[in-house]
């Protein structure tokens, strides 16, 4: 997986570029495993728009797996309403883990990153990985911004930042 963090004009800006990295996932151009806006809202603090909600994933997942097999228990016992309770039970557990779980860009190093930020800017963290990153650079050109930080090879960090200026 790759970390890249982008510093974008605005926080509209970046939102639009995180959705255009979702369809590039859909299109199987990225691996896309975490994307967050970071800005600041209009007291200085850092706020996270992220992506994806863990808790409400995890209770989904939860709730389906449980409804699952409170249906193969309560039809094997006889007893339908085991069916509810299961689901109940597994969203609930579902929506803990979730909440638990951090699977992505840590929340503590966006939000020291992202202190910095001048008023009205936003950095947009992408965790993924691509067998094209060229391709990407190209769909996200209408975006601007500009790499911040990443754990890609330098070549790489420059190329994507060629591309980005050409948007401007």
Same mark, same amino acid.
């Given at each position: 997986?790759? @970390?890249?963090?982008?510093?974008?004009?605005?926080?509209?800006?970046?939102?639009?570029?995180?959705?255009?990295?979702?369809?590039?996932?859909?299109?199987s151009l990225v691996r896309?495993?975490?994307?967050?806006?970071?800005?600041?809202?209009?007291?200085?603090?850092?706020?996270?728009?992220?992506?994806?909600? &863990?808790?409400?994933?995890?209770? &989904?997942?939860?709730?389906?797996?449980?409804?699952?097999?409170?249906?193969?228990?309560? @039809?094997?016992?006889?007893?339908?309403?085991?069916?509810?309770?299961?689901?109940?039970?597994?969203?609930?557990?579902?929506? &803990?883990?979730?909440?638990?779980?951090?699977?992505?860009?840590?929340?503590?190093?966006?939000?020291?990153?992202?202190?910095?930020?001048?008023?009205?800017?936003?950095? @947009?963290?992408? &965790?993924?990985?691509?067998?094209?990153?060229?391709?990407?650079?190209?769909? @996200?050109?209408?975006?601007?911004?500009?790499?911040?930080?990443?754990?890609?090879?330098?070549?790489?960090?420059?190329?994507?930042?060629?591309?980005?200026?050409?948007?401007?």
């Amino acid at each position: 997986m790759n @970390l890249v963090a982008l510093m974008m004009d605005d926080v509209e800006t970046a939102r639009k570029a995180r959705d255009e990295l979702a369809n590039m996932s859909r299109d199987s151009l990225v691996r896309l495993e975490d994307a967050v806006v970071a800005y600041k809202d209009t007291n200085g603090d850092v706020k996270l728009d992220q992506a994806v909600n &863990l808790t409400a994933t995890g209770a &989904l997942g939860g709730a389906w797996w449980g409804l699952f097999l409170g249906a193969v228990f309560g @039809l094997v016992a006889g007893v339908p309403a085991a069916m509810l309770a299961g689901a109940a039970g597994g969203a609930a557990g579902g929506a &803990l883990g979730g909440a638990f779980s951090d699977a992505g860009v840590s929340d503590e190093m966006m939000k020291e990153t992202s202190a910095a930020l001048d008023d009205g800017k936003a950095i @947009l963290f992408v &965790l993924g990985r691509t067998e094209a990153p060229e391709k990407v650079a190209e769909r @996200l050109r209408t975006y601007g911004g500009t790499v911040v930080t990443s754990n890609l090879p330098k070549e790489i960090d420059e190329k994507i930042n060629n591309a980005l200026k050409k948007a401007a």
